[in-house]
């Protein structure tokens, strides 16, 4: 059984793409695991893809957006944690997740282009806690885990609109770890308001990158779990749940502005 504060395990879904290219990344918490597919055009983007606690790179949504993107100019890497590479069944603390993405990053921004940075569930917090530091062009969160299960009281908002740039999360409608309602005000497929008082990492610079005022998007896929997984009573098919989350991920990569500065020094 799960416990709360933990992720279930993610099913993977019969999305088929190329097997990909894999190179294993040395970092200070063990060895990693990228495994690249490349732009099938000009390529202008790298996204670097993090899997979550309950699973792999084998999840539904990050096989899906491995198999789209590459045909729009978006490099997709998938990021195997050392834990997963070494064959362990639990994740390590979150500053363990962060010292390895660390360690990943430089591999991720060798091909010169600007690095998306993102994950599913904990590899999503990864991704926003480390964005600034690491100069990411952006963050990706997928399936954000705002809180454990039935503790909304114990909210990680912070992580992510400590971001502080442009940011995009696609959350499932029934997501026990957070519905798309249950985030601080947002409007469906727009950009979120910084509610009063918050402050953005970077203060007055961060705001600039992100524009005035903005921090996220959200868009929700309607039914989904936390693996974005539909029942089949649903109004829609996994397979157009899944349209859903590689459609927003398109758009939004499209509309994102120019590259934005190398890290934090």
């Known amino acids: 059984m799960t416990k709360a504060n933990e992720e279930p395990p993610v099913e993977t879904t019969g999305t088929t793409e190329s097997t990909g290219t894999t190179e294993t990344v040395k970092t200070e918490a063990g060895p990693a695991r990228i495994t690249w597919h490349p732009a099938r055009r000009a390529p202008r983007l790298v996204l670097a893809l993090g899997h979550g606690a309950g699973g792999g790179i084998e999840a539904r949504d990050l096989r899906a957006l491995a198999a789209v993107l590459p045909g729009h100019g978006v490099t997709v890497a998938l990021v195997e944690q050392p834990w997963r590479v070494a064959g362990k069944k639990v994740a390590p603390a979150p500053k363990t997740l962060d010292l390895a993405w660390r360690g990943i990053w430089p591999a991720l921004t060798k091909p010169g282009l600007p690095v998306i940075s993102g994950g599913r569930s904990a590899g999503a917090r990864v991704a926003c806690r480390t964005a600034g530091e690491l100069g990411a062009h952006a963050v990706l969160a997928l ?123």
């Open 143 to 265: 399936s954000f885990p705002l809180h454990p299960p039935g503790r909304p009281e114990k909210s990680r908002a912070g992580e992510l609109l400590g971001a502080a740039v442009p940011t995009l999360v696609v959350q499932g409608g029934n997501d026990p770890f957070g519905k798309p309602g249950e985030f601080p005000e947002y409007g469906r497929g727009h950009a979120l308001e910084v509610l009063p008082g918050v402050q953005l990492r970077g203060s007055a610079g961060a705001r600039a990158v992100v524009g005035d005022g903005w921090a996220y998007e959200l868009v929700e896929v309607a039914h989904g779990d936390h693996g974005l997984g539909v029942p089949k009573r649903a109004d829609i098919t996994q397979d157009e749940a899944l349209t859903v989350v590689t459609d927003a991920v398109v758009r939004w990569v499209d509309a994102l502005g120019p590259r934005r500065p190398g890290p934090r020094g």
